[in-house]
């Protein structure tokens, strides 16, 4: 578990999933929002930067390059592990599309026609292989589980009730739901996550979701953390 001290002003944005449009417009907001307020600042990515949507590959492509006012940690979604589970074992092909998938690989140029037909998917992992650049595939790789700062635990999923932060598994912290979403547990921190599209952002005791459905509904949500104070900046 990465642990750091606050930054002045903290910005978590939530599920992207290829949405580079809305994207670009919130490293504007918060570009514009950084520069008048001055302070040190630290942008967090809570993962799903795949799927979905229709351009997966710029939204890497813009990440990769910390195009945020300051400093920049990218975690991890489910949709990534799918992303380089297909890498690895193409027979999950039938599952990932399912998820999304084909809209990935037609932002990489990769025709989704012999998935769509349920066949030659190590032909269309060895084309995703030769496409992907080694700094998108370090992108990917590089991504964290999550992430402390002070009062705040951010993952993309959640967390299992009843098992410390710092013992949670990645299964966990990319998938789960029931379990974590119906829990009125006091984890020991707010948990600040994603995974589960909502109408608006959820505010509870013991956690913050804040995944509006970018993909489907076209907002984007960022939670700024300022002082033990919260608000929402969406697209």
């Known amino acids: 578990m990465n642990e750091l001290h606050h930054p002045d002003r903290l910005y978590i944005i939530g599920d992207i999933h290829g949405r580079l449009d809305l994207l670009d417009q919130m490293i504007d907001r918060i570009g514009r929002d950084a520069q008048r307020f001055g302070g040190t600042n630290l942008t967090v990515t809570l993962g799903d930067y795949v799927d979905r949507g229709p351009d997966s590959r710029g939204v890497i492509n813009r990440l990769l390059n910390n195009p945020f006012p300051g400093d920049y940690i990218a975690l991890k979604g489910n949709h990534e592990a799918l992303f380089e589970r297909f890498l690895k074992e193409p027979d999950i092909g039938n599952y990932w599309r399912q998820f999304g998938g084909l809209q990935t690989l037609h932002s990489f140029g990769i025709a989704v026609r012999p998935l769509m037909m349920s066949r030659k998917f190590e032909?269309?992992?060895?084309?995703?292989?030769?496409?992907?650049?080694?700094?998108?595939?370090?992108?990917?790789?590089?991504?964290?589980?999550?992430?402390?700062?002070?009062?705040?635990?951010?993952?993309?999923?959640?967390?299992?009730?009843?098992?410390?932060?710092?013992?949670?598994?990645?299964?966990?912290?990319?998938?789960?739901?029931?379990?974590?979403?119906?829990?009125?547990?006091?984890?020991?921190?707010?948990?600040?996550?994603?995974?589960?599209?909502?109408?608006?952002?959820?505010?509870?005791?013991?956690?913050?979701?804040?995944?509006?459905?970018?993909?489907?509904?076209?907002?984007?949500?960022?939670?700024?953390?300022?002082?033990?104070?919260?608000?929402?900046?969406?697209?």
């Open 123 to 235: 032909d269309v992992a060895e084309q995703l292989r030769s496409v992907l650049s080694a700094d998108q595939l370090n992108f990917i790789k590089s991504l964290k589980n999550s992430l402390t700062v002070d009062h705040y635990f951010l993952c993309h999923a959640g967390v299992r009730p009843g098992v410390p932060l710092d013992r949670q598994r990645e299964e966990d912290l990319l998938w789960i739901r029931h379990d974590f979403l119906c829990s009125d547990e006091d984890f020991g921190k707010i948990v600040v996550h994603g995974h589960t599209p909502i109408e608006r952002p959820e505010f509870r005791s013991n956690r913050i979701n804040i995944d509006t459905g970018a993909y489907a509904t076209g907002k984007l949500t960022c939670l700024v953390v300022e002082a033990g104070k919260c608000w929402t900046m969406s697209t």
